[in-house]
């Protein structure tokens, strides 16, 4: 990454004591033996001021983003809208014709980005994509398990293959060749994959887990519902320690950076691009984050969503349950990922966020705790 891209913590208005508290809390479970490697990022005004790197951790190593890639997907399908290309109301069936089986004819490209769309669970394996044949019968199989627009539930990564469907079929490019090419190259963003080119393999870390999970009755000492179980198992986390499939580009998971460029990602949302090259119109950006999953909760916590097109804003007091610190704005908004990564920006501060760790701890109460505490100081680190 050019030099032109950091600059000085003063310059960018940045307070130093609260950059060094931030700094202690990152490093904490580095020290503690619990996390083997962590990256960590804070961006402003369009450049990188903090860029920290613990444990086995290097400036140039690439980490897993997980459920973040779910940012830089549907940013690369805003294009689309943008244009003129792609309509929120368009029937998904109408687009991929393969798609319009079992009741799911009904389903628009909104419900796809909002998680409204009613196949939480359908299963994909990764290595599927890579054959069209194989990958169209898999839509063609999946099947509702509620009304389409009914309810918000998470849908892990069967509605992120389908927006990576559209993105082919309505910009005539393969869907990867797309994020790179209209995204993440004009952004001169190089440590930014979502699909991992074989010679880039070397300087990508493994995930592993850590900790020890808790109990049915840990959950109930503390007054809280176990999750509920997902395709996210430890299985399938260690699945992207393979070339292969990293190789995919996973449109709900498969991403890999480092945390610095994946800061400025979200500057470049925040500002429609970076370094005077413009990817996003103002308005395009302003729509995205407009909440559209009106007074639909989730089902563990039963908070709002307030889901955007393909991100979550942080909205109220309940913001934390949405993986936001306790003191960002109520219009600060992004995506996080499975093992505690986070990523985020806030337009209140025009500070960005980038945590990400290889090291997925078994104790989702304590990693949900740390993200908690980790973006509630660095929301505060402005001036």
Request: charged share 20%.
């Amino acid at each position: 990454m050019s030099s032109d891209r950091f600059a000085s913590v003063e310059a960018l208005g940045l307070n130093p004591e609260k950059v060094a508290a931030l700094l202690t809390r990152v490093q904490r479970e580095v020290d503690e033996g619990l996390l083997p490697a962590v990256q960590v990022a804070l961006a402003r005004q369009g450049k990188v001021g903090v860029y920290e790197c613990y444990g086995t951790a290097k400036p140039d190593s690439l980490m897993p983003i997980f459920s973040a890639t779910k940012g830089i997907t549907s940013a690369a399908a805003w294009l689309l809208f943008e244009s003129g290309d792609l309509s929120e109301e368009d029937r998904v069936a109408d687009i991929i014709p393969e798609f319009g089986t079992n009741g799911k004819d009904v389903i628009t490209v909104q419900q796809l980005f909002t998680h409204t769309a009613g196949f939480p669970h359908a299963p994909f394996a990764p290595l599927q994509w890579l054959d069209r044949e194989e990958r169209l019968a898999r839509y063609a199989q999946w099947r509702l398990t509620w009304e389409p627009g009914s309810r918000f539930e998470y849908h892990p990564s069967s509605s992120m293959w389908v927006i990576a469907e559209i993105i082919e079929r309505r910009s005539g490019m393969g869907y990867t060749d797309f994020v790179r090419e209209r995204v993440l190259d004009p952004l001169e963003l190089d440590n930014l994959f979502v699909s991992l080119p074989e010679a880039e393999n070397a300087r990508a870390l493994p995930c592993e887990h850590s900790g020890e999970p808790l109990t049915e009755a840990d959950y109930e000492s503390m007054g809280m519902p176990v999750p509920p179980e997902t395709e996210v198992t430890e299985e399938a986390i260690l699945n992207f320690n393979k070339p292969e499939i990293r190789a995919v580009g996973v449109p709900g998971g498969g991403g890999m950076a480092n945390a610095a460029d994946m800061a400025l990602f979200y500057q470049a949302l925040l500002h429609g691009g970076l370094d005077g090259v413009t990817v996003w119109q103002p308005q395009t950006l302003a729509s995205a984050r407009e909440i559209r999953s009106g007074d639909l909760k989730d089902l563990m916590f039963k908070k709002p969503a307030n889901r955007g097109l393909g991100i979550i804003v942080s909205g109220d007091e309940s913001r934390s349950f949405r993986g936001f610190g306790k003191t960002n704005s109520p219009q600060a908004f992004g995506h996080n990922g499975a093992g505690g990564q986070l990523a985020w920006v806030d337009p209140a501060t025009g500070i960005s966020l980038a945590y990400l760790t290889t090291g997925h701890d078994r104790n989702s109460i304590r990693q949900g705790r740390r993200g908690v505490a980790i973006s509630s100081i660095a929301a505060e680190c402005a001036l």
